[in-house]
């Protein structure tokens, strides 16, 4: 299993520009996560998912939006890049029953310019 | 809102023990949660303790859990180098589907 893989590593975008932060699991999880994590800050959730089809607001929904048309994909969307989006971003998943245990990918580090 | 606090940093010297606290507000808590994150990776769970347990005891690591004070802690026996990072506290509480993370606590390592 390659567990959570997050691509791209890095990018640098400039003010207004948009991305896609790509995120698969292949785990067969239903529960699926995007937060960032600024410096100092700990985690913040952005979106969650329970499963494919469903989708919701996490803590700092606000110039992202994402889609769960797969159990294994949860894209995260950049629509106007701002400077206050630069930060690092982690995926994380997760299966829904026993110890909700949380597995995270390696994170995606984005700068906006 | 439910919301987990924990100090931002601890230094502690190579061999000694290391203790990290934590807070939490939420007193529907199910499950409690220390992951790890070494430089430039992502989180990685430690240990975990169920909300009716007091203690939890995993070869070095030992979680004691306060549910009337709302205080957990993590504390690493014989501190290595290799347990330099930062460590999040999290719970699950009244949200099955959400787990809520503390700001995390760097800990350095001191020869």
């Known amino acids: 299993n390659a567990g959570v893989t997050q691509t791209p590593k890095f990018r640098i975008l400039k003010i207004g520009q948009s991305m896609t932060l790509q995120c698969t699991q292949d785990?067969?999880?239903?529960?699926m996560y995007w937060y960032r994590q600024d410096p100092g800050m700990g985690l913040k959730l952005i979106y969650y998912s329970v499963g494919a089809g469903i989708t919701d607001k996490g803590e700092v929904p606000n110039g992202y939006n994402v889609s769960r048309s797969t159990t294994e994909d949860f894209p995260l969307r950049l629509e106007l890049a701002a400077p206050s989006q630069t930060s690092v971003y982690f995926c994380?998943?997760?299966?829904?029953?026993?110890?909700?245990?949380?597995?995270f990918g390696p994170g995606t580090r984005l700068t906006v310019t | 809102g439910e919301d987990v606090e924990q100090s931002l940093f601890l230094s502690v010297r190579e061999g000694d023990s290391s203790v990290i606290n934590c807070t939490y507000t939420d007193s529907s808590s199910t499950y409690l949660y220390w992951y790890k994150q070494e430089p430039g990776a992502g989180l990685q769970l430690l240990t975990y303790i169920f909300s009716n347990m007091d203690m939890k005891q995993d070869q070095r690591l030992t979680v004691l859990l306060n549910k009337k004070d709302k205080h957990l802690s993590l504390r690493i026996a014989d501190t290595q180098t290799g347990d330099s990072a930062i460590y999040f506290c999290a719970e699950r509480g009244s949200s099955a589907s959400k787990i809520i993370f503390g700001s995390g606590t760097r800990l350095s390592i001191r020869p």
């Open positions: 994380a998943s997760c299966l829904g029953q026993g110890t909700y245990e949380q597995y």
């Open positions: 785990m067969n999880h239903n529960y």
